[in-house]
């Protein structure tokens, strides 16, 4: 990508901001940041000798409740990127109207190069680093990339040892033993099941007769086409990070589930057994299929739940879908998003599809800081309403202005965000 994720990020303020006529005050403070924290963590190896690694928490804004992202560990991570996703969180949470703020951290690192005990001492000595910025009251790190339930427990005893008391609900996306809460597991995937419905709705879409492409069949990916297909969806395509299989009579999901458990590739899904790929038949109903090719089936829905940057302008043209979810965070570049709305193609937003990780992140902050344990139907009975009361306002809000629903979903959370800012 020629700009930059922050650059990217604040392209799409200003198109917000002119749709809305923002106060040019607010638009100014929500160029930057609050606050930026950059800290060295030294490391004591299993070696003996000592490595330091650089992190960052970047708590963008808290005009609706404490900041709110996940920490990611990746060789990647930059300040740059840190800043962007503070500040798509701040619009995530406004989107769907929970009371939490935006905010991100990461430290630059490849993981599984770590020993346990090295993967252990690196968490504890971030928070060690951070933890007077941080609390159920200020800042609510999260899982991302490469961070687990595990790592967040260790953060959250390691804030607790700092501070001297309990607070559960600094941290989460912990395991369920230690607060985490029912149903965090599907959550993203429900909601954006949540968001399917409602289009189907506007659209009148019938689901037998609505094929859908599913790329990446991760804790997204897996769960949504598999609760779409029990919706009477048509799954016609499905990938991992290998490639993915194609048959446009619709597959069989728990044939694809029994594949994946086996350790097999979804390309061999349609000789039923695992097998190698170029064993597979050139011509029939059923095929294997890139990551890319996924991308441009005649499909009605698409949905990209792997990576981002995978619809750009130079395959923009030819998707075929008419519809598209977005449960990767930033799947579609702006180039892109400009194709794809010249030609009629329905985006609904990551800010909004994939917002039932986060939502169900607030509800655990929630019950630890309340004392509550919900139950996972609890959990979706108040997740439902939030989802479908959400989409049904950026619709309307995309409908008043005739723009994308990307930019009515920035447009909803900056009204809501900018009413709650002190100026």
């Not at 040019?24 to 930026?36: A, F, G, M, Y």
């Not at 609706?64 to 949470?93: Q, T």
């Amino acid at each position: 990508m020629s700009q930059s994720a922050f650059d990217n990020a604040m392209s799409q303020l200003d198109k917000a901001a002119k749709v809305m006529n923002l106060d040019k005050n607010i638009h100014e403070i929500l160029k930057s940041p609050d606050r930026v924290l950059i800290v060295s963590v030294p490391v004591k190896m299993d070696n003996g000798e000592v490595k330091v690694f650089t992190g960052y928490r970047s708590q963008y804004n808290n005009a609706m409740g404490p900041y709110k992202g996940g920490i990611r560990y990746h060789p990647n991570v930059s300040l740059d990127e840190v800043k962007a996703l503070s500040f798509w969180m701040m619009i995530k949470c406004a989107t769907v109207n929970i009371p939490m703020g935006g905010g991100k951290g990461g430290i630059i690192v490849y993981p599984k190069d770590l020993s346990h005990g090295e993967l252990e001492r690196m968490s504890r000595g971030y928070i060690q680093k951070i933890y007077r910025e941080i609390g159920s009251d200020k800042d609510v790190p999260a899982p991302d990339m490469y961070t687990t339930p595990q790592i967040m427990g260790w953060m959250r005893d390691e804030f607790e040892k700092l501070i001297g008391r309990k607070d559960p609900g600094v941290i989460t996306g912990k395991a369920i033993a230690d607060g985490g809460s029912e149903g965090r597991e599907t959550a993203t995937a429900q909601g954006g099941v949540y968001v399917v419905r409602e289009l189907a709705k506007k659209m009148g879409l019938k689901p037998n007769l609505t094929t859908v492409a599913v790329q990446g069949m991760g804790n997204v990916g897996g769960f949504m086409a598999k609760i779409l297909a029990a919706d009477g969806y048509r799954i016609v395509a499905i990938s991992d990070s290998k490639g993915g299989v194609y048959n446009e009579a619709g597959l069989d999901m728990a044939k694809v589930e029994e594949i994946k458990k086996a350790g097999g590739m979804l390309g061999c899904y349609c000789l039923g057994n695992v097998c190698k790929l170029e064993e597979m038949p050139k011509d029939g109903p059923c095929r294997h299929v890139s990551n890319e090719q996924l991308l441009e089936l005649p499909v009605d829905i698409l949905v990209p739940s792997a990576l981002e940057n995978q619809i750009t302008e130079t395959n923009a043209n030819n998707i075929k879908a008419k519809y598209i979810i977005e449960m990767a965070n930033g799947p579609t570049t702006p180039e892109a998003d400009e194709i794809l709305k010249s030609r009629g193609v329905i985006v609904v937003p990551d800010v909004l599809a994939n917002a039932g990780g986060v939502t169900v992140s607030c509800f655990e902050w929630e019950q630890n800081v309340k004392g509550e344990k919900w139950t996972e139907a609890q959990v979706f009975a108040k997740l439902e309403p939030m989802m479908v009361q959400s989409f049904n306002e950026v619709w309307e809000t995309k409908e008043k202005y005739n723009v994308p629903m990307r930019t009515a979903a920035f447009v909803k959370a900056i009204k809501r965000v900018a009413a709650k800012m002190k100026i």
